[in-house]
């Protein structure tokens, strides 16, 4: 049974840091990464990893996130600086299975900038 287990949300001024975790279990992964979903608005991509670390940011967080991936642990990390008011959304890890087309997704967590 495939799991992803996220971590690390919360409240955070703007300005302010915060490291999101997602711990993945049950199959063999490829790409890792993290989406986010504002009120009203539709799921977004926020940056990818390979099984070989190779990284893509949106544009809207180059400079200021920076996704990272402990292979042995099955984990993927988005540290997030220099927050603004405007990345607050719940975000989502995703994992794609490694051999097969199968796509899973985290349960989500809050992330909320107060300006």
């Known amino acids: 049974q495939v799991q992803l287990v996220e971590s690390g949300g919360g409240l955070v001024q703007a300005g302010g840091s915060l490291r999101l975790s997602c711990t993945a279990s049950?199959?063999?992964?490829?790409?890792m990464g993290w989406y986010r979903q504002a009120p009203g608005k539709q799921r977004e991509l926020v940056a990818t990893?390979?099984?070989?670390?190779?990284?893509n940011h949106a544009d809207s967080v180059k400079g200021r996130f920076a996704i990272s991936r402990d292979n042995a642990k099955n984990t993927v990390f988005l540290q997030m600086n220099s927050l603004k008011p405007e990345d607050t959304a719940v975000y989502y890890c995703?994992?794609?299975?490694?051999?097969?087309?199968?796509?899973?997704w985290g349960q989500g967590t809050q992330v909320t900038v107060s300006s």
């Open positions: 995703n994992a794609q299975a490694r051999f097969a087309t199968d796509n899973y």
């Open positions: 049950g199959t063999i992964f490829g790409i």
């Open positions: 990893i390979t099984s070989s670390l190779r990284t």
